[in-house]
């Protein structure tokens, strides 16, 4: 499914002569694997159970098997459900946002950067980071396993980094509307943290890790979420934006007395 996202990627890039057309299957590709690894699991745990992949009565909960696969079941759905919430809702911000524009100066940099083309410096990455974050949904759509309160933690959270992403972006959408904006964009959650979409989005993915880790194999799929907000932080998020951003009017005034990542009060 990976490898498909890729080719597509590839072929998108190719027809808008735009590289930053990954950003906006960023989010879609995280629905595909969702989708593609609940029904995968659903089978595989048909079949581990002797009832063949393709001989399951959904209706038929009595036993051992169906209990398992009702649990299973919930959970599976649950996660397309917050995956395509978040990745519907980020695909279709980015795409609105670029449609239209050129080519985002990130990628201008990156292209331009050493040795290597459009394969080894962004589809290679972009899907291996795909399917290392969505290590969790995989790994626990197979397990069957029981619904534990940890699950609704993750459900909490994972509302409050999509509040933070959705309202983050309304919020800098209106300024750059604003004929009499500053500088800087400082207003709402903006007043807190730099970035709230990026740290939206590392709750998301801590949201989603708990909500896999409440059947008992997704807990040792840790790694997954440190990855996400390690690549939102430090590799091709915040730090990454910070470069061009310290070099507009304002913004070093106001990075020195806002919180980069994690939302806390103004410094004075």
């Known amino acids: 499914m990976v490898v498909a996202l890729m080719v597509l990627t590839a072929v998108l890039t190719r027809i808008t002569g735009r590289v930053s057309v ?30 063949g992949w393709f001989s399951y009565n959904p209706l038929d909960h009595s036993g051992a098997v169906g209990r398992a696969l009702q649990q299973n079941d919930d959970r599976g759905i649950l996660l397309i459900l917050l995956v395509l919430i978040w990745g519907g809702r980020l695909a279709w911000h980015i795409g609105s946002r670029s449609h239209g524009g050129g080519e985002d100066p990130r990628y201008t940099e990156l292209m331009g950067k ?35 309160w940890v699950l609704w933690i993750g459900v909490a959270l994972f509302a409050v980094g999509l509040a933070f992403e959705t309202i983050g972006d309304a919020q800098l959408a209106s300024y750059k509307k604003d004929p009499a904006r500053g500088p800087v964009m400082d207003r709402g959650l903006w007043r807190y943290t730099r970035h709230p979409n990026y740290f939206g989005d590392a709750c998301v993915w801590w949201g989603i890790y708990l909500v896999c880790a409440s059947s008992w194999p997704g807990i040792f799929t840790i790694l997954s979420p440190v990855a996400m907000t390690y690549f939102l932080v430090f590799a091709t998020g915040a730090r ?14 106001y990075a020195a007395r806002t919180s980069m990542f994690f939302p806390l009060p103004p410094r004075r």
């Open 114 to 148: 050493g040795s290597g083309g459009l394969i080894r410096k962004v589809l290679l990455p972009q899907g291996l980071a795909i399917w290392f974050v969505s290590m969790p949904i995989q790994v626990t759509v197979v397990a069957g396993h029981h619904v534990s």
């Open 22 to 51: 990954v950003d906006t299957i960023w989010g879609l590709g995280f629905i595909a694997v969702t989708v593609t690894a609940v029904l995968f699991g659903r089978a595989r745990l048909r079949a581990n159970e002797g009832e």
């Open 240 to 253: 990454l934006l910070e470069r061009t951003m310290m070099q507009r009017s304002g913004y070093p005034e």
